[in-house]
């Protein structure tokens, strides 16, 4: 199986500031890797897939970039509406699989 | 648009077999590339896929539950249905179903299954 480790687990962060957040696969994937937001009590949402390619909707303060192991999902200003769990997913071989998630929380 | 639903039992006993139907529009599972796969989320823990079937009917299992899972489709209703047999605590968890395009990008709202005698 694929592993996907995210860092870091937890951000302290206010609204404005760049936010990254890392994937690393335990093997290449390529650019098969897609980025979900999840606030609580809710479904997971898409915001990335391919790496970098942004989902239709998605505000353009969303990117990603990375391939082969090391990925990095950017929120360039971070807005109140972003204070959320961000996960990563390789969809490169079976089992697909998931970080363990990013909780993005004030400061 | 694409919805997706969950709906099953909110609560199952140890050893039960548990049994959750995805119901979907806006989309057919006889189109090419198209899939429906199902992940679950234990209350507070990451997410974790368990089994994917494609238009088709490639089916394709998490290794680690592979023994206890079954996964079908009904086209004509628009469903996918899937089993997990012996369930046990551990498996309290929210159950998602998604439409698969190489990735997941619509989700249903979830199903929230506790197990419990």
């Known amino acids: 199986d694929i592993q996907m480790t995210q860092s870091p687990s937890t951000l302290s962060t206010s609204v404005g500031d760049r936010v990254t957040i890392s994937c690393r696969a335990s093997q290449s994937i390529s650019r098969w890797l897609a980025w979900y937001q999840q606030k609580p009590g809710k479904a997971p949402n898409l915001l990335l897939y391919?790496?970098?390619t942004l989902e239709s909707g998605v505000p353009s303060r969303f990117s990603g970039s990375g391939s082969g192991t090391e990925f990095t999902l950017t929120i360039s200003s971070l807005q109140p509406d972003d204070f959320a769990t961000y996960y990563c997913?390789?969809?490169?071989?079976?089992?697909?699989?998931f970080g363990q998630g990013t909780k993005v929380e004030i400061k | 648009q694409i919805t997706l639903k969950e709906s099953g039992p909110t609560l199952v006993k140890p050893t039960q077999t548990l049994t959750l139907t995805c119901t979907f529009s806006g989309f057919s599972l006889s189109t090419v590339r198209v899939g429906v796969g199902w992940i679950r989320q234990p209350p507070g823990k990451a997410l974790e896929w368990l089994a994917l079937?494609?238009?088709?009917?490639?089916?394709r299992y998490s290794p680690s539950l592979r023994n206890r899972l079954t996964i079908t489709k009904d086209t004509s209703k628009n469903q996918v249905v899937l089993t997990m047999a012996n369930m046990d605590p551990v498996d309290t968890a929210t159950y998602y179903c998604a439409h698969v395009n190489y990735y997941f990008d619509y989700w249903g709202q979830g199903t929230l299954v506790t197990v419990s005698s």
């Open positions: 997913q390789q969809y490169s071989s079976f089992p697909w699989t």
């Open positions: 079937v494609f238009w088709d009917d490639d089916k």
């Open positions: 391919e790496a970098s």
